[in-house]
């Protein structure tokens, strides 16, 4: 049974697209589908153009899949359901750029060789 009703506009994260719809995971448990009609009130030749696999988008529930299921039917038409995530900071490139990683990474490898070869030593 779905925890979503009738006309919640909800967030999901977009798992799949084929030419009939999107593929839409709500939470660990329910799924939905955005079918083509259910896109755009224009013509939709390829839901790709719309969204993409792994998009956090919002959806509008229209109507679950009956009492044992959790599967709803979504839409996106006549809603706004981009979500744009501007990163609030800027990254600042540093100075030192890669140079940490080139003096460290020897040093890493050698304590791991060493770790690796007092494991083979103990067994």
Same mark, same amino acid.
């Given at each position: 049974?779905t925890k $979503?009703?009738?006309?919640?506009?909800?967030?999901g994260? *977009?798992? +799949? &697209?084929?030419?009939? +719809? /999107?593929f839409?995971s709500?939470d660990? $448990? =329910?799924s939905g589908l955005?079918h083509i009609?259910e896109?755009s009130?224009?013509f939709v030749? @390829?839901p790709?153009d719309?969204v993409?696999i +792994?998009e956090? &988008?919002?959806v #509008? *529930?229209? !109507?679950? !899949? +009956?009492n044992d299921?959790?599967?709803?039917k979504l839409? /996106?038409k006549?809603?706004?359901?981009?979500i =744009?995530r #501007?990163? #609030? @900071?800027k990254?600042?490139?540093?100075?030192?750029g890669?140079?940490?990683? #080139?003096?460290?990474l020897?040093i890493w &490898? %050698?304590e791991?060789? %060493? %770790?690796?070869?007092?494991? &083979?030593?103990?067994n």
């Open positions: 049974m $979503y009703k009738k006309d919640d506009i909800v967030t994260c *977009v798992t +799949g &697209i084929e030419k009939y +719809g /999107i839409v709500l660990d $448990y =329910n955005i009609s896109i009130s224009s030749r @390829n790709a719309y993409s +792994g956090t &988008i919002r #509008k *529930v229209l !109507e679950d !899949e +009956g299921s959790f599967h709803v839409t /996106i006549d809603i706004d359901y981009r =744009n #501007k990163r #609030k @900071n990254i600042i490139e540093t100075s030192k890669f140079s940490t990683l #080139k003096v460290m020897p &490898i %050698e791991k060789e %060493e %770790e690796i070869a007092m494991k &083979i030593i103990e």
